[in-house]
């Protein structure tokens, strides 16, 4: 499976990390299959940190002030407005952040669902 998440820096260089996880210790994300949905929380824990952890794959762009604005905007309510299930998992919350940005995600990255493996395979495709 994996894990995807999205980070935001500024032009200073202070850099945000978000994930999405279950806010529950004990949540079985995969228990989302049959329909479950558990209270969802944004944190920078990632392994041992969103900003620490290596992504397999990753890819920078860059965005104006404004398309800065909306990603914080989205990251300030998200948690507020969605529960973890599987339709809101990481690679729906990192593949919305992108949309937020303007950035365009091509439709299959998220049908049926977004998942790590897809939102890669995606990234891939990608030229730096």
Request: aromatic share 12%; proline share 5%; charged share 15%.
């Amino acid at each position: 499976m994996g894990h995807s998440w999205g980070s935001i820096e500024d032009n200073a260089g202070n850099q945000v990390s978000h994930g999405w996880w279950p806010k529950s210790p004990g949540a079985d994300p995969m228990s989302t299959l049959l329909g479950k949905q558990f209270p969802g929380e944004l944190t920078t824990q990632i392994g041992l940190n969103d900003i620490k952890s290596t992504a397999t794959v990753s890819f920078a762009w860059n965005i104006t002030k404004s398309q800065y604005g909306c990603a914080t905007e989205f990251v300030s309510t998200y948690a507020q407005k969605n529960t973890w299930a599987l339709n809101t998992q990481c690679s729906t919350f990192a593949t919305s952040l992108a949309r937020e940005t303007g950035i365009k995600v091509p439709w299959w990255v998220t049908f049926p669902v977004a998942d790590p493996n897809k939102v890669g395979q995606w990234l891939k495709t990608l030229k730096q």
